[in-house]
Structure formats: C-alpha cells, structure tokens
C-alpha cells in the first residue's frame, strides 16, 4: 500500500518518474467508478428528498470537498463558542472515524480538551445521534462534523472548508487525487471558508474565489487563517510561542494537510532540524514515541513539537531532555465574518449574547 507521503507525491504530478506516470494512469482508471458512485448517490438525494431526515432544531455543518485537513476541527471550535455566547445548548456530531471499539478518536478527545462544556456524540448514524442529542441533552443546535458528503440528515447552514494550499485536490476525484466528489458539489453550500487563506498571494486568492463563484456564485466567501495561539504539555500546562523562538526542535504530525503544520512552525519562528510525517488519524505506540524522542535528541533538538490532534494520542511522559509540545491553532476569520454571523443569526433571531 502506498504511504500519504508518496501517494501525495504522485497525484500532485511533483514526481514525473516512470513509475509514478504509470501509477498516475491506474488511479485515472480507479477513479471513474469512484466518480459515478458519488454522482449516483448524489442524484438520489436531489431527487428524492424524502431520504433527508429533519432533526427539529437548526444544524450546521462543517464540511470539506477533499480528504485530508481542511481546518474543520478549529471552525467547529468557532462555531461552537459563538453559539455558546448566545446562550445556545449546542451539541457536536460526528461519524466518528478511526475509532476503536466505541473510544473517542483522535478529533473528538481534541474538541473535549477546547470544549469541555460541549457533548460529543460519535455514532456512524447521525440522524439517530441527532435524536438523541434533542432527547438526552435537550440541543437547541447542532453542529455536524465533517458532513459535507453526508446528506441523510438535514442542514439549515452548509459551511465548506478549501484549504488554500491545496483547494480543489489536484483536480481529480480519489483515487486519482484527493477530492471527495467533483467540485460541482459546491452548489450545494450555503458559504465557502477558505481556511490558511493569508499563506498564498491576492491573485491567487481571487482566481480561486472566482473558480468558486462558478459553482456558488450566491455563497459567502470567507477567508480564515490559521493563527498559533500557544504550545500545549501533555499535563495540559501551557507555554507562549515565544518559548520556541530561535530554538531548534524536531516535528512530526498525523495529519491531513503535513503543509499546513510546516507553514505553521515557520510563523512561530522556531528553527527546524526534521520533521516526519504519519497517515491522517495515526495511533503512536509507545515504541514509537519513544523513537520520535530519540530521533530528535540524535538531531540535537530542544523540543519535539507535534499538533493538538497528535498530542491526544500520546499516553508516556515525554523525556524531561526533550519536552513534547503541541502547537495550538485558533481559527481567525479574516474577511467575511459579518457574513456568516448574519447567516447564522438567521437560524437564532431571538438570543442574544450577554
């Protein structure tokens, strides 16, 4: 099986070896049947809307057209607090992948840590959590984690994620590239987030919102950044940024979008001796944590670093030699948060904050 790495590699065309050609023409012929599947199940919802299912309070959901990080976890988080700061019982949803036996995976034990006060149900039927988020937790919202393709339950706002480093997944459906389903399904958002947006130029930005506005040309465009806000250790104790200027340290993360957690220690001004790369939803073992200490003390770092989402799954006390640290991200929206704000006021035109 291919590892992220050189699967990545491959489907970006950044290799133009022989090799990678030929395999570039297998997951071509792969990724037709990928794509009738998705256009068939597409199809049926639109044309049959007795199988979308109404949950009775206002949901939103927080979706992406492509695998990977897209910054849906930190756009949850935002969404949550401002619901929050209107006084609403807001309850997450998520299908719950890559967990074990009924354990919260790698993104809800993240959300509990930056939403202790928010229920997290994790059920494969989000129409049945749903109902049991009414019924058991009396929700006055929910908030539907990574739904996009989702489409049994229904939502009163539709949020996209395009992260801006890698928007529309090599423009080819998995497993070719590493959209989810074409990019006509953009029609169906009710906004479109563009997420790491302050990592590429003016012009990019507006020839990408412009290829948007040809799918949903009525949908908000917001612009996010993805801001560092401070470094987590694993007893939950917390450091500045500052803490990491000029310090050389080794990196690694598990992760959709590697890039974006690069990008991310360049901001904090850190000097970066390695770095390694895991598959999306990861689990470490304690033979490798404790070869990643040992990897980095070899480079001659001073600190491990790693993200929130990597740092859930570490359970051993990281060498006193080499401290391990996550960086944590805040989602700041740079342009078009007015016009979100006035979307979700819709849904909640009577609470207001305070």
């Known amino acids: ?11 970006s065309g950044q290799r133009r070896d022989l090799a990678a050609r030929a395999a570039r023409g297998a997951l071509c012929v792969a990724e037709w049947p990928y794509r009738w599947a998705v256009g068939w199940r597409n199809r049926r919802y639109d044309r049959d809307p ?24 930190p756009m949850v988080e935002y969404l949550a607090r401002w619901l929050l700061g209107r006084g609403q019982r807001v309850v997450l949803i998520s299908r719950g992948y890559g ?10 034990l993240e959300l509990a840590q930056k939403l202790p006060e928010v229920p997290h149900l994790q059920n494969p039927d989000r129409v ?69 947006a302050d990592l590429i130029e003016p012009h990019q930005r507006e020839r990408l919102w412009q290829r948007v506005a040809c799918y949903a040309p009525d949908a908000p465009q917001i612009e996010a950044a993805h801001a560092p806000v401070d470094l987590l250790a694993p007893d939950g104790s917390v450091e ?44 470490y073992t304690a033979e490798e944590a404790a070869e990643l200490h040992d990897w980095a003390r070899r480079l001659g770092a001073e600190a491990l670093l790693c993200t929130q989402k990597d740092l859930v799954k570490f359970t ?22 007015e016009q979100l704000i006035e979307r979700l006021t819709r849904l909640w035109p009577t609470k207001h904050i305070g």
Do not use: W, Y
């Open 1 to 11: 099986m291919m590892d992220p790495a050189t699967f990545r590699a491959i489907v």
């Open 50 to 73: 007795t199988t979308v299912h109404r949950a009775g309070v206002p949901v939103i959901s927080v979706g992406n057209l492509t695998l990977g990080g897209t910054g849906k976890t």
């Open 99 to 108: 967990s074990r036996s009924g354990a919260a995976n790698d993104e809800a």
């Open 128 to 196: 049945a959590a749903a109902a049991e988020a009414i019924a058991r937790h009396r929700a006055e919202a929910i908030l539907l984690d990574d739904a996009f393709q989702h489409r049994r339950i229904a939502r009163d706002l539709d949020l996209v994620m395009l992260d801006a480093l890698e928007p529309f997944g090599f423009d080819h459906v998995f497993p070719r590239g590493t959209l989810r389903e074409p990019p006509e399904g953009l029609r169906r958002a009710d906004a479109v987030v563009l997420s790491r």
């Open 240 to 283: 500045a940024l500052d803490a990491m200027h000029d310090r050389p340290v080794a990196a690694f993360c598990g992760i959709g979008n590697p890039e974006g957690f690069r990008r991310t220690l360049q901001r904090i001004g850190c000097r970066l001796l390695g770095r390694r790369t895991f598959p999306d939803h990861h689990r």
């Open 316 to 337: 051993a006390a990281p060498p006193l030699d080499c401290p391990l640290r996550a960086v944590r991200i805040a989602m700041q929206l740079t342009h078009g948060e």
